[in-house]
């Protein structure tokens, strides 16, 4: 349905003419919201996740052990520590249940401010300001080679030893891939990826056929060895910039469950800061 902008201008006036405050700034092309409507938005969004939340609940009739959890993810978290911090809760309370999305880490933290997500579990740099970071761990970033691999075993490698071997990166935008390009920039390489991919999955196998070496998180993967890798951590300042987080709505009173799995995503990701 279509509606006339006309008519979402009346809308904005008469909210702003009951708050008693200016909402918007406009501009020839568009408008943006000042701090009083930033403020309001906000308070809106917690409004109506807890009200989703609570009519759920009456709904349902669930009680403390029954809920549903949604989360947010970036890719470097999909392949052990969130689904073993789901199974290692259900375990503990079997009627929780879970829905998961892997997005984009813009993408994860805008769910959670939006409400839609209740924890964001994601990669950041430089402070967060629409969320709660419940958990903030610096992960270097790491290359992943085959065993027997010239670079395996060693303590560091810097950027131009890695730009000597076919390269599997993420696309351009995500964390690791800019953080890679700036590394690269600072000393006055070149360089051209051999794949582009985000998928973790993808790129262990592109290692583990001989393609080339693939960048990575480090997030404490037991056993890499045993997956036919090996991790060597990279030696460049600016790699140490990322974040993994662990992201809620500010002032949102989450339900029970979620509450209860932020602390045990907090607990986990925490020991597996790998590198100091």
Known sequence: MLVA??????????LE???????FVRHPRGMTLTDAGSRLLAHARRSEAESAALLTELRTGGGADARH??????????RRLVPHA???????HPDVTFHLDRVPHQEATRRVAGGIADIAVTYAMGPQHDVR????????MAAIVPPGHPLAGRERVGPAELCAYPLALPPTGTTQR????????LENLTFQPALVCDAMATKYEFVRSGGGIALVGNLGDPAPVAEGVVYTPLDQPVFRRREAQVQTMPGRRLPWAATQF???????????????
Do not use: N, Y
Request: aromatic fraction near 4%; hydrophobic fraction near 50%.
């Open 69 to 78: 959890v949604t989360v947010a993810r970036s890719e470097g978290f999909a």
């Open 262 to 276: 932020t602390g045990l995503l907090v607990s986990l990701l925490r020991p597996a800061e790998p590198m100091s």
């Open 5 to 14: 902008p006309s008519a979402i201008s009346r809308q904005i006036a008469k």
């Open 133 to 140: 970071v419940e958990c903030s761990v610096a992960v270097p």
């Open 178 to 185: 800019d953080l890679f390009d700036t590394g690269v920039q």
């Open 86 to 92: 789901m199974a290692t809760f259900r375990h503990d």
């Open 17 to 23: 003419a009951g708050v008693g405050v200016l909402l």
